[in-house]
């Protein structure tokens, strides 16, 4: 068996949830709660979030499910920091009816949680490994 099997993606995706559930539950004190969309974006927007929300995860499995067979080992780092970060944001959406941002980047001003990092992350590998892909398909 490789090391990317399902099940090790499965053990990343928990480990991207766990370190982020447990930094909000260490920085609660400076956390602050967020109603709109990763990074504190769409605050004022709240009711759009929860329809966008759910296009982006339908969208997510989707392309999930139609990617080549022949993945490359990027997106078997990709799908479960993607999928733990999204789990986790739902998590606290469905707690709390917002998402829980301990971390606050000084230099552009926003709120931001492990989850969202993780996810932002996730979709870069992603976008590499297929640009490798289509490299080497011509």
């Known amino acids: 068996r490789r090391w990317y099997s399902t099940g090790m993606q499965i053990v990343i995706a928990f480990v991207v949830f766990c370190l982020d559930q447990g930094t909000k539950a260490i920085f609660r004190d400076t956390a602050v709660l967020n109603s709109g969309i990763g990074f504190g974006i769409g605050q004022s927007t ?72 993780a996810i932002v992350v996730g979709f870069v590998v992603l976008f590499v490994a297929s640009v490798q892909l289509g490299v080497r398909k011509r």
């Open 46 to 117: 709240s009711s759009l979030v929860a329809p966008l929300i759910v296009l982006a995860v339908v969208s997510a499995v989707q392309l999930y499910r139609n990617t080549p067979s022949k993945r490359s080992a990027l997106t078997h780092w990709a799908w479960p920091l993607i999928f733990g970060g999204c789990v986790s944001n739902v998590v606290d959406r469905l707690r709390l009816g917002a998402v829980i941002d301990p971390f606050r980047l000084p230099i552009i001003g926003i709120h931001c949680n492990l989850a969202d990092v």
